[in-house]
C-alpha cells in the first residue's frame, strides 16, 4: 500500500484544515485508516482512526474538533480538522493497518506539517 498525504500548511487559531491520504497497491476499503502527528520534541501519537466498517475513535484532545471519514470508492481518507489550537502543530501521517491472523500489515505514508499559529 502507497500512501499520498496532504493539505497541510499554515492556519490562525481556531481554523479549519482538511486533510486528504489517497492510498493505491491494494484493496483500500479492507483496512484500518488512521492519522497520526508528531509535534516538536513529541512522539507520534494517534489522532483519529476508523475501520473497514467504519467505526471511528478519536484521541481525547481532538475530540469534537476532527472529523475522519473515508471514501473506498477513491480509495481517500480524510480527516478534517476545525477549531484549531496551537498545540494542534504537528506533522501529520497517514496510516493504513490490517491483521491477518497474527500477522500486522502497517503502512505510512509521508506526512504533511500542520502549523497553527498566529
Known amino acids: 500500500v502507497q500512501l499520498q498525504a496532504s493539505g497541510g500548511g499554515l492556519v490562525q487559531p481556531g481554523g479549519s484544515l482538511r486533510l486528504s491520504c489517497a492510498a493505491s497497491g491494494s484493496i483500500f476499503s479492507i483496512y484500518t485508516m488512521g492519522w497520526y502527528r508528531q509535534g516538536p520534541g513529541k512522539q507520534r501519537e494517534l489522532v483519529a482512526r476508523i475501520t473497514a466498517g467504519g467505526t471511528t475513535n478519536y484521541a481525547d484532545s481532538v475530540k469534537g474538533r476532527f472529523t475522519i471519514s473515508r471514501d473506498n470508492a477513491k480509495n481517500t481518507v480524510f480527516l478534517q480538522m476545525d477549531s484549531l489550537k496551537p498545540e494542534d502543530t504537528a506533522v501529520y501521517f497517514c496510516?493504513?493497518?490490517?491483521?491477518?491472523?497474527?500477522?500486522?500489515?502497517?503502512?505510512w505514508g509521508q506526512g504533511t506539517l500542520v502549523t497553527v499559529s498566529s
Open positions: 496510516n493504513a493497518n490490517r491483521w491477518l491472523g497474527s500477522i500486522s500489515y502497517n503502512y
